[in-house]
């Protein structure tokens, strides 16, 4: 098998459903300024690219017709760059980014984007018609249950107290705080966002450029504390433990060795390996502790050989629970915003930043790959639960 | 000139400014609201929009947030713009209607139509909704031209709900303008209007406050308490349950004593001016700042503390005597309260109250004899007949009763002369008209109603709009009952026309109703051309039907007779079904309460002509059951009946969902608006504001539908969400049951009307014949009949009037 190198991987920012600055942007223009940017930060030709694998976890309606074909032709590459778009929910985009690099490994090309794009503004979690098969509703609903409940369930079932969860919630959003004042998200591109308004008696669309996560926001634990639960009358999981609906596109590029050479390029990092683990669907939270250990037995790693982690933040509870699985939760330098030492979402997670479900798999990816470059880290891994009941983990490691 | 009020301004957004922008607003008017420039703005502030308009911007906000709310739905709010009397004011000059709700000031209201009268558009109508200050003063120093334009529009708070508005013109106002306003506010605000003079507090203030007064200075002499006389005069009465003194806490005795104080100051010549004097007691309250509801802390009469040890809320009362607020036992009652409650009719209650031989009666009749003397003295002085006068008592006070109905009640000639005996001075119009041998103020004869003129010492025809029908005016001509049973009768209202009306407890559906309405029909096929449904119950809102006859189903599901049930919803179907499908138009003119049964009636119809005081709802959940009058299954139809027919349904689920969770939240509409947004009611279906004129505009509604050539509906196939529905509803279930957001019966119950109303198990888009979904529905209800959650629900709901969350 060759490997599979990562030479550029950007992100759009996160932005808020419905409020957010992207509300209003077709969920085309986003992947399309990934597109653009991965290549343009790898300064290799979009001709060069052989295929685009785009993850969503709603492909229908605007984000419908093939996106993973439409969207590079949208971004100027030419009817030689072939796509499809894959769907594995909240793991569409790694799955996207593991499916090109697979592609590379076998051989069966050389230069290949993993992507993954989702507007939650235009098209509903859920999708516009959801129709659970009747029959299965009626005898076994939890594969359809809504993944409120299931962050619940696992508040319930291993203890995570809405303490926790609240000082979890907290300390994503002062990572991402700071992070944003340091200037530390360099795998933004700016991405313009388009806007309806009525003006002087006319309806005008407006374009302008957007280049920061638009949902952190300054919070304390008091503060967090006081809000009513969402989904659950008696629960502890609210919205300021859970992430945040969010639209975003992001894009990874990746090559042989060969075509390494021939376009001169550096790489990053390796894409080394990825799994998937089943679990129970109405706790579909518990994904990572699943997979993450599986895919560490396929590497022959132990949870100490990782040196930075990226762990979607799907809600605090799952992933405070895959935490102590790890053994990188009670020990809090490992998280917290205040720990220089932190290796886990150093720069905030989903709470904070956002959670564009097809999107996220490519959106960590490039966070993770861009920090482990910084940090000087050899190992990363990314993980995140699924809805449905599993849990996906991938293994970066730096070159 | 055909006037038109195509825009309106309301000057000053205090609640009563706030209500009548959002009345005109919800009418359908576009209204300017403008108030003030605040006085204290700081030097950063003075150019600065949002600052200047600071005052108006609170008072619209407070408008919204009312409860009972305002507007009738927050569309409406769009129709009101704000600004404020600096910046703004030119935008007066667009406005057709202008009224005036700023602070009780004569020089300042003076000030503000000098400022108008430079800028109003010629023909413009100004009005001012001053509750006692004079018109004549207030207009002093404006042209001719603005005075024929000129008077006051009184409203009542709050605006929206209470009926009363009092129209006094000036000696100038032209009478084009007054017939306009009048009309105006009858049919397009839905208003009673009362024509009031320029006397002080005009009618309804005038009576009320006389009324208030009388009883303060009773309480220092009579050996009473607040809590017996309000148990006296409040429903036990005809009256609302503020009664007096809750009502003195709820207007605010600051707002009373000003009353007060205005009567004594400007009616010298007034028979009772020494009522207004306000006793000591009175005085030391509003020394202390003991206003009622407006001051929480000292309270009024009433107070209301919460006890910290059990956190339950403790209500005091006052005791005059020390100015001190006890507790006291509400169960402690007058022996005549306990003899009203019991009556059936308000005359007997009323009678019982004053006549009794307790302590009560004694205070009773005291302040009723001189209240009913004092109204009677009071015509011509503030209005020119007796009508006015009860009107405003009714619309504006809510009284079921006004003073001469009241006095019809309990019988005018004997209590004149037990007036007589206990030496009151009996007014000389009484006398009179009882020495002709009149002995009733009003009378009805061949369907119209008459009331007694002092002035022409006669009886003289009511004339009211001809959109109006007050059935028991109709009725009251024996032969015009063409059917009847203890719970509906079926009435002539003339042309062809009949009108079914119900007069159960609540109008409540029963048996007899379910019976009785394929004979009404059949009749009305035989003998009519058309029918309507109305009635005309009292209260405020009232109910057109409130509901089904749960006792009925509960004895005959206790007692296991559950085939008895299912035979009594097919004789239900029957009766809708026969009113949906007979060959002669049927208009329901619902108002008020329209809740299950009676939501049913009505969606069954031919076309609704709703109150826009209308609480309607599908809300049998509540009360452990499925809807049983077809309701289900016309609400579905009512949703998918106006799709075009090119327009393919594809998303079923966007139809089904809201349809659905209509009647598994058993959402009830605030306004008849709002059952439009809910989709209760259909385009075809009307909203009318005057909730006298339903029957009549239902009555117009069926022959017109006559001569535009009615053919009935045909049967048709309805399409149905099917077996797809039930996969989005038990999933949602699940996570609700999951977030303890329904009880276990409470799913049962939802997911048997997720059934009913996608036509059960077929593929979706299959179009299904009705009866199928009646066989679904009917199953549903008697299934839940056999369940004892459902007895229990049904049982608690009856005595508690309170669903039971198992």
């Known amino acids: ?399 | 000139m055909v006037r038109r009020i195509e825009k309106a301004a309301v000057i000053g957004s205090g609640i009563m400014g706030g209500g009548i922008a959002a009345l005109l607003a919800s009418a359908g008017i576009p209204t300017l609201l403008l108030d003030i420039v605040p006085f204290d703005l700081k030097d950063e502030e003075k150019n600065d929009p949002k600052a200047r308009n600071r005052i108006v911007n609170a008072g619209f906000e407070a408008t919204k947030k009312a409860k009972p709310a305002l507007f009738m739905s927050k569309k409406d709010t769009d129709l009101v713009a704000l600004g404020n009397l600096t910046d703004d004011f030119d935008k007066l000059k667009e406005c057709d209607l202008i009224v005036e709700v700023v602070v009780e000031n004569l020089k300042i209201k003076q000030d503000l139509f000098g400022r108008i009268e430079a800028i109003r558009k010629p023909n413009a109508i100004v009005s001012s909704n001053t509750s006692g200050l004079p018109l004549a003063k207030m207009a002093e120093g404006r042209s001719k031209e603005f005075k024929e334009h000129f008077l006051i529009t009184h409203f009542f708070n709050p605006v929206r709900y209470m009926k009363l508005l009092e129209l006094v013109p000036g000696p100038d106002t032209k009478k084009e303008v007054c017939d306009f306003i009048a009309e105006f506010g009858e049919k397009i605000l839905g208003k009673g209007i009362v024509w009031a003079k320029d006397t002080p507090n005009f009618i309804g203030n005038r009576i009320g406050v006389q009324l208030i007064c009388e009883a303060f200075k009773l309480l220092e002499t009579e050996n009473i308490t607040v809590p017996e006389v309000d148990a006296m005069f409040g429903p036990a009465f005809g009256m609302p349950k503020t009664a007096v003194f809750a009502l003195a806490d709820l207007v605010g005795l600051d707002t009373i004593g000003h009353l007060a104080e205005n009567s004594y100051e400007l009616l010298a010549k007034d028979e009772r001016r020494d009522v207004y004097q306000l006793p000591k007691f009175v005085k030391d309250m509003l020394a202390k700042k003991m206003f009622g509801n407006k001051t929480k802390d000292q309270g009024g009469f009433y107070k209301s503390e919460i006890d910290m040890a059990t956190w339950k809320k403790i209500k005091k009362v006052l005791d005059p005597k020390t100015l001190e607020q006890k507790e006291f036992d509400k169960k402690n009652v007058p022996a005549c309260v306990g003899k009203a409650k019991e009556a059936k009719t308000l005359a007997d209650k009323q009678k019982a109250i004053l006549f009794g031989d307790d302590n009560g009666s004694k205070f009773a009749w005291k302040l009723i004899a001189s209240a009913a003397i004092y109204a009677a003295n009071r015509v011509p002085e503030i209005s020119d007949t007796i009508v006015g006068i009860d009107d405003a008592m009714r619309w504006g006070y809510a009284w079921e009763a006004g003073p001469f109905e009241m006095w019809d009640n309990i019988g005018l000639e004997a209590s004149v002369k037990k007036m007589e005996a206990e030496g009151y001075k009996v007014p000389e119009n009484i006398k009179k008209m009882l020495a002709g041998g009149n002995k009733t103020f009003y009378k009805i004869e061949k369907g119209k109603k008459f009331y007694f003129d002092f002035a022409s010492n006669s009886y003289k025809e009511i004339v009211t709009s001809p959109n109006m029908i007050f059935l028991a005016n109709i009725k009251a001509d024996a032969s015009k009952v063409v059917e009847s049973n203890p719970s509906c009768s079926l009435i002539d209202i003339g042309d062809g026309v009949f009108n079914l009306e119900f007069h159960s407890k609540m109008n409540a559906i029963n048996k007899d109703m379910v019976d009785f309405m394929g004979k009404a029909a059949d009749y009305v096929y035989h003998n009519g051309v058309g029918l309507v449904i109305g009635n005309q119950a009292p209260g405020i809102p009232g109910a057109f039907s409130a509901g089904g006859d749960l006792a009925f189903m509960l004895g005959l599901a206790k007692a296991g007779k559950f085939a008895d049930i299912d035979g009594f919803i097919k004789e239900v179907h029957k009766g809708i079904m026969g009113i949906r499908y007979a060959p002669i138009p049927v208009v329901a003119a619902p108002y008020g309460m329209t809740l299950g049964g009676g939501c049913e009636v009505c969606l069954a119809c031919d076309k609704i002509v709703a109150h826009a005081e209308l609480y309607m709802g599908l809300v049998e959940i509540g009360a452990g059951l499925v809807p049983g009058g077809c309701g289900m299954i016309n609400l579905w139809r009512k949703f998918i009946e106006t799709i075009p027919g090119p327009a393919k349904l594809t998303d079923f689920g966007g139809f089904f969902v809201p349809a659905f969770m209509n009647v598994a939240q058993a959402k009830v509409s605030m306004s008849a608006v709002q059952a439009r947004e809910n989709g209760f009611l259909g385009p075809k279906d009307r909203i009318v504001f005057n909730k006298d004129y339903i029957i009549g505009e239902a009555k117009k509604e069926v022959l017109k539908m006559l001569d535009e050539g009615y053919v009935a509906p045909k049967k048709k196939k309805i399409p149905v969400m099917g077996a797809e529905a039930h996969g989005m509803i038990w999933a949602e279930m699940f996570n609700m049951k999951n977030g303890g957001y329904i009880t276990p019966h409470m799913e049962t119950i939802a997911k048997k009307i997720a059934i009913c109303m996608s036509g059960g198990d077929v593929k979706c888009g299959t179009e299904v014949d009705e009866e199928y979904l009646m066989t679904l529905e009917r199953e549903a209800f008697v299934d839940l009949w056999k369940t004892e959650n459902t007895q229990k629900m049904a049982e608690h709901i009856m005595t508690t009037g309170k669903p039971l969350m198992i």
Not at chain 1, 39 to 47: F, I, L, N
Not at chain 1, 327 to 344: H, L, N
Not at chain 1, 376 to 381: E, I, L, P, R
């Open chain 1, 1 to 399: 098998m060759r490997d599979a190198y990562i030479v550029a991987a950007v992100r759009t920012p996160g932005c808020r459903r419905g409020k957010g600055a992207f509300a209003q942007t077709r969920p085309e223009d986003l992947i399309v300024t990934a597109l653009q940017g991965v290549v343009q930060r790898a300064g290799v030709d979009k001709a060069a690219v052989e295929e685009v694998m785009m993850g969503c976890a709603f492909p229908e309606a605007e984000q419908g017709l093939n996106l993973g074909r439409i969207a590079p032709l949208m971004a100027g590459f030419p009817i030689d760059t072939t796509g499809a778009i894959c769907n594995r929910f909240c793991a569409s985009g790694l799955e996207a980014i593991a499916i090109s690099a697979m592609r590379i490994m076998s051989g069966w090309c050389d230069v290949a984007i993993g992507s993954g794009c989702e507007s939650m503004s235009i098209v509903p979690m859920g999708g516009n018609m959801p129709r659970p098969h009747p029959e299965w509703a009626k005898t076994k609903p939890d594969v359809y249950v809504s993944m409120g409940i299931t962050a619940e369930n696992v508040a319930k079932r291993y203890n995570i107290t809405r303490d926790m969860m609240d000082e979890f919630g907290f300390h994503s959003q002062a990572k991402a705080s700071a992070a944003q004042q340091n200037k530390d998200f360099t795998e933004i591109v700016p991405t313009p966002a388009t806007t309806y308004s009525f003006k002087d008696g006319k309806w005008v669309k407006e374009s302008k450029m957007q280049d920061f996560d638009d949902g952190v926001r300054a919070t304390t634990v008091e503060g967090l504390g006081k809000l009513k639960p969402a989904f659950s009358s008696t629960g502890s999981v609210t919205a300021g433990n859970s992430s945040q609906t969010t639209d975003g596109a992001a894009a990874t590029l990746l090559m042989s060795e060969e075509a390494l050479k021939k376009y001169n390029v550096k790489p990053i990092a390796k894409f080394k390996m990825y799994a998937v683990a089943g679990c129970e669907p109405d706790e579909m939270g518990v994904g990572p502790a699943y997979a993450v250990p599986k895919l560490l037995k396929m590497a022959g790693l132990k949870v100490e050989d990782i040196n930075l982690w990226e762990l979607n933040e799907a809600f605090a509870s799952q992933c405070i629970y895959a935490m102590q699985k790890l053994g990188i939760y009670d020990d809090k330098k490992y998280w917290s915003s205040d720990s220089a030492s932190r290796i886990v979402n150093i720069n905030g997670g989903a709470i904070a930043l956002g959670h564009p479900l097809g999107c996220t798999g490519a959106k960590l990816a490039a966070t993770l790959v861009n920090n482990m470059k910084k940090k000087n880290a050899k190992y990363g891994v990314e993980s995140m639960c699924i809805g449905g009941g599993m849990g996906a983990a991938a293994l970066f490691e730096l070159v």
